[in-house]
């Protein structure tokens, strides 16, 4: 396991790794397949497709299918109860790494070996160091970052599964590296109760407020989960402030002790202080005057977590907003070696020692519907693929993945000396289906986009959103559930029918020509936009994170597929629209 001696050779010499990643990507990759072939040829996974043993690139190339989960889930399940793991690759399996499973309703397993852990632990220590480089004065204090953890569970084998966040929050390079410059106490980020652990991290931050010069988390979605804790929490910690004592409920003995040598005395001018700024009925810039000496907001807010990019920059003030990273449960992509970026101008350069990457060709119609990659495209390798065009990711690792497809779209914008650098873009995956359409999760993103800009000039603020295809009636429709906001408050916006009636068409005039020849046609109905109330998908993701999810790792559901959740978001439902029933 990497630790200082490693630690500090990366902050040394990360620029010059970084440099040299880059510049030998294409030599970097060759050489990662054929290691991986090298080790792992043998395996019953991979011996099938090598006549002969003849286990070259090429052959690999041209034997190996290209996979999704489904496809080697029977594999990783038998070595989930209780065979050899050298079904799949040659190295012992550490652990499992988890999926989110918000989207996909149940998370997957990944396989992980000590090696492959460990060469992922070195991406958050790149990133520190880049964002130190480019942003003056994020060595000068501490990170208020947000981090929680899910409990591990245990699979036949006797090998525990839980997300890499999770484990890496438990490991020595996080508690002797980026842990000691964090505000929250390992013990506090290490709490399995969310409500506590959020409450003491909330705690702390406030109290270091003036030595706080970087805030974040995993995901957008995370940090606007936390600004409305805080709404609902503040007179509570002011109050903990004030007297020096911690709430009496937060019971958890890790965190109590964690408290007690950070809420040493009662401190009533900064409580004060605090309780003048969370009065004001407007939170805009909220963060910015209650931590003044924050020089960024990190946190990944490209691809799902963009609808939040409004929000945070309305809580922000003028902080710049920084996307720091982009990967997968299966692997890390790359890195943002230019974090001042604007968010929607994000690019990410690929980090060509993670992974073996191919990219599957997606025809993306100028003003169309982006059509689903099909294994019909031919992959090209890292060196060969052509700035603006649009490509599925598939990854080869060291922990028994070939050629799998990991469903998510890139975009390239250039290149970084000789490794690609690339936009991420929404996964292509159908969301929405009602007979022959199906409507994907980034032509959806691309339709509320337009949608939105109604109601901006108006002040009002869509905070996230979610969809459905309900299919209880005949013709079926499509269900937009919208979360509003007034820009200078969280009063609910008057709903003007018309407006919001205009938003309904615009979504569906931005649908493909399927979309609107099944509409013409009778065979879907009008769409339906219900609005719901302040805190309904805070709601939403209260109901995921019991039902397993991970807070720190929540990606808001782009569609539902679950009964429960519908119900729990129209219990929240304060106005429903209809696009004209004779629109097309």
């Keep these: ?63 190996v299918p290209i996979v999704t989960y489904e496809d080697i889930k029977p594999y990783i399940d038998r070595i989930a109860n209780g065979e050899t793991s050298s079904i799949l690759f040659a190295d012992p399996i550490t652990q499992f790494i988890q999926s989110t499973g918000t989207s996909e309703g149940k998370p997957k397993l990944i396989p992980m070996t000590a090696e ?20 003056s004065g994020l060595d000068q204090g501490k990170s208020f970052y947000l981090f929680f953890v899910k409990p591990e569970m245990e699979t036949p084998s006797g090998l525990m599964a839980s997300l890499y966040t999770t484990t890496y929050f438990k490991t020595q390079i996080f508690k002797n590296g980026l842990a000691k410059f964090c505000t929250s106490p390992i013990d506090t980020i290490l709490c399995l109760d969310n409500k506590q652990s959020m409450y003491c991290q909330l705690l702390t931050g406030l109290l270091l407020r003036d030595e706080v010069v970087r805030i974040g988390s995993s995901f957008a979605s995370v940090l606007a989960r936390s600004i409305k804790f805080l709404e609902d929490y503040w007179k509570e910690l002011c109050s903990n402030i004030r007297t020096g004592y911690l709430s009496d409920w937060i019971a958890d003995p890790a965190c109590r002790n964690a408290m007690s040598s950070i809420l040493t005395r009662p401190e009533p001018e900064l409580a004060d202080l605090i309780q003048q700024i969370c009065e004001d009925k407007s939170w805009e810039g909220i963060i910015k005057e209650l931590w003044p000496e924050v020089k960024c907001i990190s946190s990944i807010v490209t691809g799902s977590m963009s ?38 101008d994000v690019s990410y350069t690929i980090l060509p020692n993670m992974a073996y990457f191919e990219f599957l060709p997606v025809n993306n119609d100028v003003g169309g519907k982006s059509h689903e990659t099909t294994t019909v495209n031919k992959p090209v390798d890292l060196a060969n693929v052509k700035i603006g065009r649009y490509y599925e990711v598939v990854v080869t690792t060291l922990a028994g993945l070939y050629r799998y497809r990991v469903g998510d779209v890139l975009k390239v914008t250039g290149f970084y000396n000789k490794s690609p650098q690339f936009q991420f873009v929404e996964r292509q995956n159908v969301v929405l ?31 996230t959103y979610s969809s459905y295809a309900d299919t209880s009636l005949t013709p079926g429709r499509y269900v937009l559930f919208w ?32 979309y609107k020849s099944l509409r013409k046609g009778g065979v879907i109905s009008a769409l339906e936009l219900r609005v719901v109330k302040h805190g309904t998908f805070d709601e939403l993701m209260d109901f995921y994170v019991s039902k397993g999810a991970s807070i720190s790792q929540y990606k808001p559901p782009c569609c539902l597929k679950s009964e429960e959740a519908v119900k729990l978001l129209n219990l929240g439902m304060v106005g429903t629209f209809f696009s004209p029933k004779t629109m097309f």
């Design 307 to 344: 609808q939040y990019i409004p929000l945070l920059e309305f809580y922000g003030g003028g902080i710049p907003l920084v996307s720091p990273n982009c990967g997968s449960s299966e692997a890390c992509f790359g890195i943002n070696l230019k974090p001042l970026s604007k968010p929607f």
């Design 116 to 135: 492959s852990f460990e060469k992922r632990m070195v991406k958050p220590l790149l990133v520190d160091l880049v964002m130190k480089k480019c942003i």
């Design 1 to 63: 396991m990497a630790g200082e001696k490693e630690i500090k050779e990366i902050y040394e010499n990360g620029m010059k790794i970084l440099e040299e990643l880059t510049s030998n990507a294409h030599e970097i990759q060759e050489q990662m397949l054929e290691e991986i072939l090298i080790r792992n040829a043998g395996t019953e996974y991979l011996s099938r497709f090598f006549v002969h043993g003849q286990n070259h690139k090429q052959n690999f190339k041209t034997n």
């Design 483 to 514: 979360e509003l906001k007034m820009k200078g408050s969280n009063d609910l916006p008057k709903l003007d029918a018309k407006i919001m009636e205009e938003c309904c068409g615009i979504v569906e005039e931005s649908f493909d020509f399927t």
């Design 433 to 463: 289906s009602i007979d022959l359409d199906k409507t994907t999760e980034l032509d959806l993103s691309k339709a509320i986009t337009k949608a939105k800009l109604v109601l901006e000039p108006l002040g009002i603020m869509l905070t």
